[in-house]
């Protein structure tokens, strides 16, 4: 049993909150918002979330304007949202969770054809969901996005969300600035490190001058885009040609970010996350590559795309607890804040590890879809182990409501099998 201040299921302060426990809902993208606003679906998914034994569960995505949606079945934060996410926010406070909001613009990631939108991006990009390439944003839209972020965050405030953060990773559209693949720009938010760094600071900085205190407020940091082998895997030397050459964020500019965030003083804590949406989504998730499942998602020039390229596209990650350790434990030593280890923490002896390295909270996705319970009962009997088996196939019913497949029965459980 955790003592009253050890052990991932004691109490903790992040910012000006206090969690229940250490163990926080991380945002995957519910798919429960056909026309752009709260449904009695999502309300009912993150309530048995947070029934489920979460300190805090985390409402994906919250775009800040319609065009930084990844399509338009997507809530963006207006005033018609807000009755909604009051409910939402009641019912996860019920249960006597915490609630966050997500906060990002999707950039490069979003459907053109769908949001019926430009995509934006920091230079003219590829944006494959909508067949297009982006418009490249001009320094009075980097103004106007730094308003928008400062009204979504007002908004959730005011629905009820005690939490905020903001979507840096992944290749969004802040993690596109950073990326000096994608970014080539030659103004102030273009080519050295603190260039592409700034917009990523200034959102910060504009949504805790719109929330002061009445939030926590973190952001989800890309430790490595997936563009060649991470640094940590590379010698200094090749390190230093690599720096050389045009390629992804990785985990040396990803820890000096972290520092410029950190001095600005904005921030309650950094989440470390890694991939892109763009270049190589299954970094961040390691486990099976579901690619048949994923192309049958889609449609028309999408499917047949996706059936060409998927083993490009959808790569094999080969899944165990923890994974994303050894680039989170860079970005822990390079700054004090509290950080929250998101990527493969199913058990006890993975939310061990992540307190012993020096991880203040946990971020769990999949097994929590799989079992809503098992920060329950994992508080109950630390030798519980995860029914997840990692093999992502929930996600592509992000485009018809997020789920397991083996939980909903339209998949049958290998392990049930297994113990028949």
Same mark, same amino acid.
């Given at each position: 049993?955790?003592?009253?201040?050890?052990?991932?299921?004691?109490?903790?302060?992040?910012?000006?909150?206090?969690?229940?426990?250490?163990?926080?809902?991380?945002?995957?993208?519910?798919?429960?918002?056909?026309?752009?606003?709260?449904?009695?679906?999502?309300?009912?998914?993150?309530?048995?979330?947070?029934?489920?034994?979460?300190?805090?569960?985390?409402?994906?995505?919250?775009?800040?304007?319609?065009?930084?949606?990844?399509?338009?079945?997507?809530?963006?934060?207006?005033?018609?949202?807000?009755?909604? $996410?009051?409910?939402?926010?009641?019912?996860?406070?019920?249960?006597?969770?915490?609630?966050?909001?997500? $906060?990002?613009?999707?950039?490069?990631?979003?459907?053109?054809?769908?949001?019926?939108?430009?995509?934006?991006?920091?230079?003219?990009?590829?944006?494959?969901?909508?067949?297009?390439?982006?418009?490249?944003?001009?320094?009075?839209?980097?103004?106007?996005?730094?308003?928008?972020?400062?009204?979504?965050a007002r908004l959730a405030?005011?629905?009820?969300?005690?939490?905020?953060?903001?979507?840096?990773?992944?290749?969004?559209?802040?993690?596109?600035?950073?990326?000096?693949?994608?970014?080539?720009?030659?103004?102030?938010?273009?080519?050295? $490190?603190?260039?592409?760094?700034?917009?990523?600071?200034?959102?910060?900085e504009s949504v805790r001058?719109?929330?002061?205190?009445?939030?926590?407020?973190?952001?989800?940091?890309?430790?490595?885009?997936?563009?060649?082998?991470?640094?940590?895997?590379?010698?200094?030397?090749?390190?230093?040609?690599?720096?050389?050459?045009?390629?992804?964020?990785?985990?040396?500019?990803a820890c000096q970010v972290?520092?410029?965030?950190?001095?600005?003083?904005?921030?309650?804590?950094?989440?470390?996350?890694?991939?892109?949406? $763009?270049?190589?989504?299954?970094?961040?998730?390691?486990?099976?590559?579901?690619?048949?499942?994923?192309?049958?998602?889609?449609?028309?020039?999408?499917?047949?795309?996706?059936?060409?390229?998927?083993?490009?596209?959808?790569?094999?990650?080969?899944?165990?607890?923890?994974?994303?350790?050894?680039?989170?434990?860079?970005?822990?030593?390079?700054?004090?804040?509290?950080?929250?280890?998101?990527?493969?923490?199913?058990?006890?002896?993975?939310?061990?590890?992540?307190?012993?390295?020096?991880?203040?909270?946990?971020?769990?996705?999949?097994?929590?879809?799989?079992?809503?319970?098992?920060?329950?009962?994992?508080?109950?009997?630390?030798?519980?182990?995860?029914?997840?088996?990692?093999?992502?196939?929930?996600?592509?019913?992000?485009?018809?409501?997020?789920?397991?497949?083996?939980?909903?029965?339209?998949?049958?459980?290998?392990?049930?099998?297994?113990?028949?």
């Open positions: 049993m955790d003592s009253p201040t050890t052990g991932p299921f004691s109490p903790a302060k992040l910012g000006p909150l206090t969690l229940r426990n250490r163990l926080i809902k991380c945002a995957t993208f519910e798919g429960m918002t056909p026309d752009a606003v709260v449904t009695d679906e999502l309300i009912e998914f993150h309530r048995e979330v947070a029934a489920g034994g979460v300190a805090m569960s985390t409402v994906a995505y919250c775009a800040i304007s319609p065009e930084g949606r990844t399509d338009r079945h997507q809530i963006y934060m207006r005033p018609e949202a807000v009755p909604g $996410l009051q409910k939402l926010t009641d019912a996860i406070h019920s249960e006597g969770a915490l609630a966050a909001a997500q $906060l990002g613009h999707a950039g490069a990631v979003a459907n053109s054809v769908s949001n019926r939108a430009k995509a934006l991006g920091p230079s003219h990009i590829p944006a494959p969901m909508g067949m297009s390439v982006t418009r490249k944003v001009t320094a009075d839209d980097i103004a106007e996005l730094r308003v928008k972020f400062r009204r979504a405030v005011d629905s009820g969300f005690d939490g905020l953060e903001i979507h840096c990773g992944h290749n969004y559209l802040i993690s596109s600035f950073l990326s000096p693949l994608l970014n080539r720009r030659r103004d102030s938010y273009g080519g050295s $490190l603190v260039n592409r760094a700034r917009i990523a600071r200034e959102v910060v001058e719109e929330v002061g205190d009445e939030a926590a407020i973190w952001v989800k940091l890309n430790t490595y885009d997936g563009v060649g082998r991470p640094d940590i895997e590379r010698s200094p030397k090749a390190r230093a040609r690599g720096r050389a050459k045009l390629s992804g964020f990785n985990i040396d500019e972290a520092q410029l965030l950190e001095s600005d003083g904005h921030l309650d804590a950094i989440e470390p996350t890694a991939g892109s949406s $763009l270049l190589n989504p299954m970094y961040l998730f390691h486990g099976d590559a579901p690619r048949k499942e994923f192309a049958d998602a889609f449609s028309g020039a999408m499917k047949y795309g996706l059936k060409a390229f998927a083993p490009v596209f959808l790569k094999n990650y080969q899944y165990h607890d923890g994974y994303l350790l050894p680039l989170a434990r860079e970005l822990r030593k390079a700054v004090d804040l509290p950080m929250i280890l998101l990527g493969g923490i199913t058990d006890r002896p993975s939310m061990d590890l992540a307190m012993a390295e020096g991880f203040d909270f946990m971020a769990m996705g999949r097994a929590i879809l799989r079992e809503p319970d098992l920060p329950l009962r994992l508080a109950q009997d630390p030798a519980t182990q995860s029914k997840c088996i990692h093999c992502n196939l929930c996600m592509p019913t992000i485009y018809s409501q997020t789920r397991c497949p083996i939980r909903t029965g339209e998949v049958p459980d290998p392990l049930a099998a297994v113990s028949s």
